[in-house]
Nanobody
Framework: VQLLASGGGSLQAGGPLRLSCAAS????????MGWFRQAPGGEREAVAD????????DYADSVKGRFTISQDNAKNTLYLQMNSLKPEDTAMYYC??????????????????????WGQGTQVTVSS
């Protein structure tokens, strides 16, 4: 599977933005999909995870209540709806797939090393 992330941009704090991650190639079923972000000089951190088998989701505490991860199976696309954006949300955002991870461990605590497929990243810049 190949992943292509898009939708990043620059905006002022408080605004919304939706990121997309289109999957192509062999489409796996029942896998863990995740959004990560990495700010300059920082480590890559998990934002949200979704298990494609049943749509169950999990979020990092920093984005709970503001971000929503979802999937459109017909379009083979993963989304990240981001609302009430803050300057600290500024980062490069990546989508990723963990092919051999079960539902019970598909959570925002799953480290990046468990994800074997990555999109190229899309930049989100939030100004105050």
């Amino acid at each position: 599977v190949q992943l292509l992330a898009s939708g990043g941009g620059s905006l002022q704090a408080g605004g919304p933005l939706r990121l997309s991650c289109a999957a192509s190639g062999y489409i796996y079923s029942n896998i863990c999909m995740g959004w990560f972000r990495q700010a300059p000089g920082g480590e890559r951190e998990a934002v949200a995870d979704l298990y494609t088998g049943d749509g169950s989701t999990d979020y990092a505490d920093s984005v709970k209540g503001r971000f929503t991860i979802s999937q459109d199976n017909a379009k083979n696309t993963l989304y990240l709806q981001m609302n009430s954006l803050k300057p600290e949300d500024t980062a490069m955002y990546y989508c990723a797939a963990a092919l051999y991870v079960g539902r019970s461990v598909c959570r925002a605590t799953l480290p990046p090393v468990r994800f074997s497929r990555w999109g190229q990243g899309t930049q989100v810049t939030v100004s105050s």
